[in-house]
T-cell receptor, first 114, second 115 residues
């Protein structure tokens, strides 16, 4: 069975600094999708960034980028130039390409400090 | 923009009551999901549906049932609410199966307290 681990329950970062959130997963699949979702306080969860496992190039979306290490089964999220609006719970998630279901990690609570 | 609407943001119920949580999406998505979110556990899938009148059990279906009579609406039912069902419930929808576009769109959540 697939599992997703986020080892940092809480993190904080100074505004304008860079922070990296860790995620590891366990699977025997060769191709799959990985996601980072963001849940701001009292607001809806939204997709931040996604990566398909067979693509070696790391995904980037503006200030958000990932470091995908397939052999290590690691999928970390880097947020550059942190902004107050980045304060949120961040969930790493995994999905097999043959649709099964999305497996979410336990989440990391990120606080951006002015 | 995709809109997923959950009928209540906060709900307080008594033990033993039958509870209905409603979710409506406006983008004609085939797939709909109900999750439960608890601190330190992330999101756990209760049930999902990939078509009208179709449903599949997720990881924690015990104590819950679902109904999908129309494509846009997916209801979660707690047949007899218990205190251990106090939680945040999230509804989500997604457009397709087996595709790169299979992004989940979430509602704002219903925080249910069972007393």
């Amino acid at each position: 069975a697939q599992t997703v681990t986020q080892s940092q329950p809480e993190m904080s970062v100074q505004e304008a600094e860079t922070v990296t959130l860790s995620c590891t997963y366990d699977t025997s699949e060769s191709n799959y999708y990985l996601f980072w979702y963001k849940q701001p306080p009292s607001r809806q969860m939204i997709l931040v960034i996604r990566q398909e496992a067979y693509k070696q190039q790391n995904a980037t979306e503006n200030r958000f980028s990932v470091n995908f290490q397939k052999a290590a089964k690691s999928f970390s999220l880097k947020i550059s130039d942190s902004q107050l609006g980045d304060t949120a719970m961040y969930f790493c998630a995994f999905m097999k390409t043959s649709y099964d279901k999305v497996i979410f990690g336990p989440g990391t609570s990120l606080s951006v400090i002015p | 923009d995709v809109k997923v609407t959950q009928s209540s943001r906060y709900l307080v119920k008594r033990t033993g009551e039958k509870v209905f949580l409603e979710c409506v999406q406006d983008m004609d998505h085939e797939n709909m999901f109900w999750y439960r979110q608890d601190p330190g556990l992330g999101l756990r899938l209760i049930y999902f549906s990939y078509d009208v009148k179709m449903k599949e059990k997720g990881d924690i279906p015990e104590g819950y049932s679902v109904s999908r009579e129309k494509k846009e609406r997916f209801s979660l039912i707690l047949e007899s609410a218990s205190t251990n069902q106090t939680s945040m419930y999230l509804c989500a929808s997604s457009p397709v199966l087996n595709r790169w576009e299979n992004i989940q769109y979430f509602g704002a959540g219903t925080r249910l307290s069972v007393l």
